[in-house]
């Protein structure tokens, strides 16, 4: 059952809409503003969602790397039912592929490919958690590329981003 809106996770769907729309400054400007309203100790769906976005919007690899850390260490703290209550069915290791995959991708583009195997196989072991959907082919697909990439010893970004 899921409850009612959540304003912040609202505020984080309208920043992240306006980034995909051509407007990544503003969208990174109120993501960020987002991060500082919820804090360190705030809602961990909240810090997941906003540092997972944020990371996306960076324009240097290490800034981005340093928010998928802060995703990854915030959803240490969520529990499935606090994702229930954002979207039914939604579980936290269902966050875990995505995240681990975008770590994977990137250390393999800063040159540190034990670190960003580490990573992949993490993702690898989570696939499980994801529906033979569209969602879930995604992000096989996008393991596949970063797997590719490492492979081949690239550190140049995806035509795509995982």
Sequence with gaps: MTSAPDPTMTAV??????????H??????????????VGPA????????IAHFLADLQDDVRAELAWDERALAAVGELTDRRTEQHTAG?????????LHLNLADCHRRLG??????RH???????????ADDAYGRLMRAAVDHVRDALDAGSTDPLPTAP
């Design 112 to 117: 540190a490919a034990t670190e960003a195997r």
């Design 90 to 98: 939604l579980t936290v290791r269902g966050f875990l592929p995505s």
């Design 42 to 49: 705030g809602d961990p769906l909240h810090r997941v969602s």
């Design 24 to 37: 990544p400054d503003e969208a990174r400007t109120q993501l960020a503003a987002l991060w500082e309203r």
């Design 120 to 130: 992949l196989a993490e993702a690898v072991s989570l696939l499980d958690a994801l």
């Design 13 to 22: 769907t309208q920043a992240v809409t306006r980034g995909k729309a051509g």
